[in-house]
């Protein structure tokens, strides 16, 4: 299981914190990646972690950081600079074996969800 936190109401120009708890499996024996949706778009990549290898989205390079803490089996998103663009529902998600990682961006290699978390930046 899979559970976020974090989303929350923030001006553009502020930050929030994501947090991915996982549960029934260690999270670094797996790429975990983080996805968004706004209303009407598709789900989009927006960044991945394997081991200690990170990939992020070109909209959200240098603004964003991914990072895990393995003790507490949870990978955060650190979110600054937050632009009114931003804005979606944003969800942690576990690579499956197949993943090739050119293709971290596509929903399709990922095997569990988390159930989102709503992410608002006002302009």
């Known amino acids: 299981q899979l559970v976020e936190s974090g989303g929350g109401l923030v001006q553009a120009g502020g930050s929030l914190r994501l947090s991915c708890a996982a549960s029934g499996f260690a999270l670094d024996d797996y790429g975990i990646g983080w996805f968004r949706q706004a209303p009407g778009k598709e789900r989009e990549g927006v960044s991945y972690?394997?081991?200690?290898?990170?990939f992020y989205t070109d909209s959200v390079k240098g603004r964003f950081t991914i990072s895990r803490d393995n003790a507490a089996n949870t990978v955060y998103l650190q979110m600054n600079s937050l632009k009114p663009e931003d804005t979606a529902v944003y969800y942690c998600?576990?690579?499956?074996?197949?993943?090739?990682?050119?293709?971290?961006?596509?929903?399709?290699?990922?095997?569990?969800w988390g159930q989102g978390t709503l992410v608002t930046v006002s302009s």
């Open positions: 972690i394997l081991v200690s290898r990170k």
């Open positions: 998600a576990r690579a499956t074996s197949r993943l090739i990682l050119s293709s971290w961006r596509a929903p399709v290699n990922y095997d569990y």
